[in-house]
């Protein structure tokens, strides 16, 4: 093994990526990470490998690669799962969706983007919440339903408001004014009005986000926030306002190497030169940057683009390029709306099968736990059978026995329950068990234990309960089915039991039901409707 590639060599390597980031040099660092990542993941360095694929997401973040952030987030996504990182995995999952929907991925972004929202509300995580229904909200945007997108960026304001971090306000408020630009776009030239005043709430969710830039130690956000402000400022007509705030959002863009964001801050400040009338300038600024965009399959900023391109050639009389950039510009619609219709087309498919699945998986939990409390329960009475007495009671007297807690268990009886059948009938005889059974239940504590084990035989097993305290309260179960009212069930039909009881110690459930058995056998010798306690164990 290469020094470089053993513990010690990936860590240096991987500071030096580091190094690289903070000189600026944003390219060289993240190859320098997907290089550390491949050869910590060939090494079983599972850890080196967790952050060198962290630190090629947040390059791609800053380079605005989002074919970059795909590939890198599919390789990272699952070590974040199973690390349990919930915080940088849900990160990671946002990203994701902005970079697909950046690259007219609609389908995988919708996948994602409800993945982390199912994520979030299974967690009960608010912050997770608020940010993933946010990149929802972003994600319809982008496919042009920037109605929807608003309804939901509001519901995600709504949720951050009830988390004390400024991070989590700042990044919905940004994005909820990013939606609200898009609607204008939408907008203006339809409804006008409706355009205007989408744009002015942009202005004031930007304001309310860049109030708590100072609170935000990554550079980025000043870029995001700015450029989003400046923009709406632009639409707003307030040109004095935005020029000033899109021209240093664009020096600190391009400074940092922010390549996704230095594009779509050079398109508004192009749309301001054309408001200014200098069509030969903002032709030359979208040249400069129209291959880049394009190589990296920019899809939203490359309508922008070729909006604005349209509209200062066609105000420069140069026809032939208007129409070609319009045509560009209609291409780059039809695209996104045909895949919007897709993804949600295969999203509602997918997701209907998943319903279903889930249901028919639901549905077989459920007849198995059915099958296996009808395997322990008794089907008449609804007790507790042998196969569960025999399942469950052998950990509980261990437990009792660990602590030398009192245990008794009683075998009983109804007397001459063959003649109760022959004169009143079997039907009679299976009510006369039934209600053995709630008479029976209804007298006990839910800790105790009842099981009907036979035709007519029943198990009583109390827990911390004294010799003594058990006899008294078989006996007065006893009593009790002696003195019900049994002649209104049946003319001349009388019931009692016979009780057999022996005490702990000696835990062991065969020997206890062995001596349990043999008393009752001795109640029924001694004339039946009788208590016999057994003798102690070994005696």
């Known amino acids: 093994m290469n020094d470089d590639d053993g513990p010690q060599g990936l ?3 991987l500071a030096g990526v580091t190094r690289l980031r903070e000189a600026g040099d ?12 491949a050869d910590a993941a060939a090494a079983g360095a599972d850890d080196i490998a967790l952050e060198a694929g962290l630190a090629c997401y947040a390059l791609d973040l800053r380079l605005g690669d989002h074919v970059g952030m795909l590939d890198d987030g599919a390789l990272l996504r699952p070590r974040l799962e199973a690390s349990g990182r919930r915080r940088e995995l849900g990160d990671l999952l946002r990203r994701m969706v902005l970079s697909a929907c950046e ?6 972004a919708l996948t994602v983007a409800h993945d982390s929202c199912e994520a979030a509300r299974d967690q009960a995580d608010d912050r997770e919440l608020a940010l993933s229904l946010a990149a929802l909200g972003a994600c319809f945007e982008r496919m042009g339903d920037a109605w929807q997108g608003e309804r939901l960026m509001s519901e995600a304001l709504e949720v951050a408001l009830r988390v004390d971090e400024p991070y989590v306000r700042m990044v919905v408020l940004n994005n909820l004014c990013a939606v609200c630009i898009g609607r204008f776009y939408r907008m203006r030239g339809v409804d006008d009005a409706d355009a205007l005043a989408a744009v002015e709430r942009a202005v004031e969710h930007a304001r309310a986000a860049q109030a708590m830039l100072p609170a935000m130690p990554d550079p980025l956000f000043g870029v995001f926030v700015d450029g989003n402000l400046g923009e709406a400022l632009l639409h707003a007509g307030r040109l004095e306002e935005a020029e000033p705030l899109l021209h240093e959002a664009l020096a600190r863009s391009q400074a940092q190497g922010f390549h996704a964001q230095t594009w779509r801050i050079t398109c508004s400040i192009a749309e301001l030169e054309i408001k200014h009338g200098l069509l030969h300038e903002a032709l030359a600024r979208l040249d400069a940057i129209g291959p880049a965009a394009i190589a990296a399959r920019q899809h939203a900023t490359l309508i922008r683009l070729h909006q604005a391109i349209y509209r200062a050639a066609r105000d420069l009389g140069d026809t032939f390029r208007a129409l070609r950039a319009l045509e560009a510009h209609e291409r780059l619609e039809r695209e996104r709306a045909t895949r919007q219709l897709r993804a949600q087309s295969e999203l509602f498919v997918t997701r209907a099968e998943t319903d279903r699945v889930r249901q028919e998986a639901l549905a077989a939990r459920e007849h198995a736990r059915r099958f296996r409390d009808e395997a322990r329960r008794d089907a008449l009475t609804g007790l507790a059978n042998r196969r569960d007495l025999q399942e469950q009671l052998p950990a509980r007297l261990v437990a009792a026995a660990a602590q030398q807690r009192p245990v008794s268990l009683a075998v009983i009886d109804l007397d001459h329950f063959k003649r109760i059948n022959d004169r009143h009938g079997h039907a009679q005889g299976d009510r006369v068990l039934v209600s053995i059974a709630r008479l029976l239940r209804d007298a006990l504590r839910q800790s105790d234990v009842l099981a009907r084990v036979g035709g007519e035989e029943f198990v009583v097993v109390l827990f911390d309960t004294s010799p003594a305290g058990a006899f008294e309260v078989l006996e007065r179960l006893r009593h009790r ?15 009692t039991l016979s009780v057999g009881v022996a005490h702990a110690p000696g835990y062991d459930l065969v020997p206890l039901f062995e001596r349990a058995d043999r008393a009752l056998y001795r109640a029924k010798a001694e004339g039946r409707n009788r208590l016999v306690v057994a003798e102690p164990a070994g005696a």
Do not use: P
């Open 26 to 37: 944003l390219a060289t660092a993240r190859d320098a990470a997907r290089a550390v990542f």
């Open 11 to 13: 860590a240096a390597r």
């Open 103 to 108: 690259l007219a991925r609609f389908d995988l």
């Open 481 to 495: 089915v002696e003195a019900h009212a049994w002649e209104g069930d049946a003319e001349g039909l009388a019931v």
